[in-house]
Antibody, heavy 120, light 110 residues
Framework: EVQLGESGGGLVQPGGSLRLSCAASGFTFSDYWMHWVRQIPGKGLEWVSR????????SYVDSVKGRFTISRDNAKNTVYLQMNSLRAEDTAVYYCAKDGVGVSHDFDYWGPGTMVTVSS | QSVLTQPPSVSAAPGQKVIISCSGS????????VCWYQHLPGTAPKLIIYDNDKRPSRIPDRFSGSKSGASATLGITGLQTGDEADYYCAAWDSALSAVVFGGGTKVTAL
C-alpha cells in the first residue's frame, strides 16, 4: 500500500525557516517524480515544486523561487522542502504527492498534509 | 487569480448530473493533459481523472472527463451526497514550467 507522510510543519516567525519531510513507502520511490502542493486557508490548491526521479530536474512556482529548495534521498525514500525567508503568505497546509502513471504530471497519491503557519 | 478558470460552485439534486468546466489556454490545457481532483476539507486530495479522460481503477464510472481545445470538463452522473466536495482541474503549463490548478468548484447535492 502506498503511503506518504509529511512532517516538520509548525509555527515560525516571518523570515524564519522550516524543513518539511515526506516519508514514502509501498512503491519504488526512485522511479517517480515527487511534488509539493499547498493549500492556503480558504483558498485553492497551489503546486509548489517538483523533483525528478534522480534529482536532476527541479522546478518551482515563481512565488517561492530563491526561497524554497526541494531535494530527495532515494536511499531513505524521503523528499524534503527547505523553506527559507518565510512570509505570512506561505501559511498553508503542505502536501507531498507522488507522480501518477499519466503522460503528464498527475498526482495519484497524496500525504495527509502538514500545517505551516508563518506569524509573529 | 488562478491560471485555469472554474465556476465557484455547481449543484444538482441527488441522482442528477453535474458538469464542471475548466478553461485554460494553449500553453496548458491546449497542449497538455488535464487531470481532476476531489478534495474534502481536512483530507488528502484524490485523483479522479488523469490524461483528460482516464479513471484510476478505484474511481467509479459515474465520473468522466473530456477535453476540447483549451477547455476541459468533469461530469458526475448519479450525484450522491458523498460526492459533495471541492473539485480541481490541473495541467502542466509549458510557458510557466509549472503545474497549474483551477480555483476549485464546490459541488453540492441539493
Amino acid at each position: 500500500e502506498v503511503q506518504l507522510g509529511e512532517s516538520g510543519g509548525g509555527l515560525v516567525q516571518p523570515g524564519g525557516s522550516l524543513r518539511l519531510s515526506c516519508a514514502a513507502s509501498g512503491f519504488t520511490f526512485s522511479d517517480y517524480w515527487m511534488h509539493w502542493v499547498r493549500q492556503i486557508p480558504g483558498k485553492g490548491l497551489e503546486w509548489v515544486s517538483r523533483i525528478k526521479r534522480d534529482g536532476s530536474d527541479i522546478s518551482y512556482v515563481d512565488s517561492v523561487k530563491g526561497r524554497f529548495t526541494i531535494s530527495r534521498d532515494n536511499a531513505k525514500n524521503t523528499v524534503y522542502l527547505q523553506m527559507n525567508s518565510l512570509r505570512a503568505e506561505d501559511t498553508a497546509v503542505y502536501y507531498c504527492a507522488k507522480d501518477g502513471v499519466g503522460v503528464s504530471h498527475d498526482f495519484d497519491y497524496w500525504g495527509p498534509g502538514t500545517m505551516v503557519t508563518v506569524s509573529s | 487569480q488562478s491560471v485555469l478558470t472554474q465556476p465557484p460552485s455547481v449543484s444538482a439534486a441527488p441522482g442528477q448530473k453535474v458538469i464542471i468546466s475548466c478553461s485554460g489556454s494553449t500553453t496548458n490545457i491546449g497542449t497538455n493533459y488535464v487531470c481532476w481532483y476531489q478534495h474534502l476539507p481536512g483530507t488528502a486530495p484524490k485523483l479522479i481523472i488523469y490524461d483528460n479522460d482516464k479513471r484510476p481503477s478505484r474511481i467509479p464510472d459515474r465520473f468522466s472527463g473530456s477535453k476540447s481545445g483549451a477547455s476541459a470538463t468533469l461530469g458526475i452522473t448519479g450525484l450522491q451526497t458523498g460526492d459533495e466536495a471541492d473539485y480541481y482541474c490541473a495541467a502542466w503549463d509549458s510557458a510557466l514550467s509549472a503545474v497549474v490548478f483551477g480555483g476549485g468548484t464546490k459541488v453540492t447535492a441539493l
